[in-house]
């Protein structure tokens, strides 16, 4: 592409203005926003209103604009944008990780198509340049596994919870006040911002795309006094965790549960906003990620980089989708878990394959047991609504 970066925005909101003020102080790449297309026309902005257009097509059709950054929250309209950009033949910045976990594999052959490139480092774990990586460093099929927190909203209200005693309830508001939590959290607490960033990783680390629908993901909204007891009584935090998992040479599976975590694991230490992401291989062992993983400046930054790489013409290859055997993604897999419940009803959804250890009392009860991910998947759907908090235990 020319020297020159024209860039048209979508989105103008904590992030699109986070980097608006990035590249505004960066030397590091020849580029300017010349457009942003937003959605309210009378809400305040830093910028003066001639900057901004609410037609998306005066960005689609500017000829004169090389490069879209889209950083919308709207999955549905991100992915139009996205794809009508491409079929133009712009290439494209997004952030928007629901949209991409839910096109990745049609934008894949989009890109091919109409010889565009899509970059996302900026969707997976905010600052951390884990997709851009895995492409470079881990292109190979010694990687078994990758493992992290990859949500920056649950870990701040975790690491309130067990370091400064904070019930649940005003740990979250804490997050939402400082912009770490949306007003809606679901996508956050209930796990599914760390499915569709796990999805996007696993594309990258094994070369095969599994729909959302697919994956079990579970998050902490359900967590108790009773749970939090559990785990401090046995020196273990509770962390959200998403991990991709290479099974053996045919088969890998994939999940985002809360984890009771010992204290000699990387994650144990991943503490407030921040993510880690724990990669795993063949003969190099393991290696840790670690960086903010919410936050405008930390996103903005980690958008800035995919700008930057762009101007390098650098696109996404996709060697393990090109150049291995696709791998076969099964949910028989067994894990074993803490389940706490407080009736008998709710714990009889769950089929367990054996209990190593149980305990009942008036007020609450408990299991440890193994189970197998395809019987927590059957159950996905009415676990939000049961009184009860399931955690993964690793050995």
């Known amino acids: 592409m020319s020297n020159k970066i024209n860039i048209g925005l979508f989105g103008y909101g904590v992030v699109g203005e986070s980097l608006h003020h990035v590249l505004t102080h960066s ?8 457009k942003i297309c937003v959605k309210q026309k009378n809400k305040k902005r830093s910028l003066s209103a001639d900057h901004f257009s609410f037609d998306k097509e005066e960005i689609i059709n500017d000829r004169d604009i090389n ?31 629901k949209m991409l976990a839910h096109h990745l594999e049609e934008l894949i052959k989009l890109q091919e198509e109409t010889n565009t490139s899509l970059l996302y480092d900026a969707s997976a774990c905010g600052s951390i340049p884990i997709i851009r990586n895995i492409e470079e460093y881990y ?18 209200i975790l690491s309130k919870i067990f370091n400064e005693g904070l019930d649940y309830k ?12 949306e007003s809606n959290p679901s996508l956050d607490v209930d796990g599914f911002d760390s499915l569709y960033k796990l999805i996007i990783i696993a594309t990258h680390a094994l070369g095969t795309y599994v729909e959302p629908h697919k994956v079990f993901n579970y998050g902490i909204s359900n967590i108790s006094l009773d749970d939090i007891q559990y785990a401090r009584e046995k020196n273990l935090k509770i962390k959200l965790v998403a991990q991709v998992l290479k099974l053996d040479q045919e088969s890998f599976t ?3 549960i809360p984890r009771l975590v010992r204290p000699d694991k990387y994650i144990y230490n991943v503490e407030d906003e921040y993510n880690g992401v724990v990669i795993q291989g063949e003969f190099y062992d393991k290696q840790f990620m670690f960086g903010k993983g919410a936050g405008g400046y930390p996103t903005g930054s980690a958008v800035l980089s995919d700008i ?16 291995f055997k696709q791998l076969e993604y099964r949910t028989d897999h067994e894990i074993e878990v803490y389940l706490r419940y ?46 009860v908090f399931l955690a993964y235990i690793k050995n």
């Open 27 to 34: 030397k590091t790449v020849d580029a300017q926003i010349s």
């Open 67 to 97: 490069l879209v950054v889209e950083l919308i929250d709207d999955a549905d309209e991100a992915y139009t944008i996205v794809k009508r950009c491409l079929e133009n033949g712009k290439s494209v910045v997004s952030g928007n990780k």
């Open 139 to 156: 292109d190979n099929d010694l990687l078994k596994s990758v493992t992290g927190i990859l949500n920056g909203s649950s870990n701040y």
């Open 170 to 181: 005003i740990a979250l508001k804490q997050a939402q006040e400082l912009g770490f939590a």
């Open 254 to 256: 994939m999940f985002v």
């Open 308 to 323: 930057t790489a762009r101007s390098h013409n650098y696109k996404y290859e996709y060697k393990k989708k090109k150049y």
């Open 342 to 387: 407080r009736n008998i009803v709710d714990f009889s959804h769950f089929d367990f394959e054996n209990i190593s250890e149980k305990y009942s009392g008036r007020n609450t009860s408990y299991v440890v047991g193994t189970i197998k991910l395809s019987n927590l998947l059957k159950i996905k759907s009415i676990l939000p609504k049961l009184d």
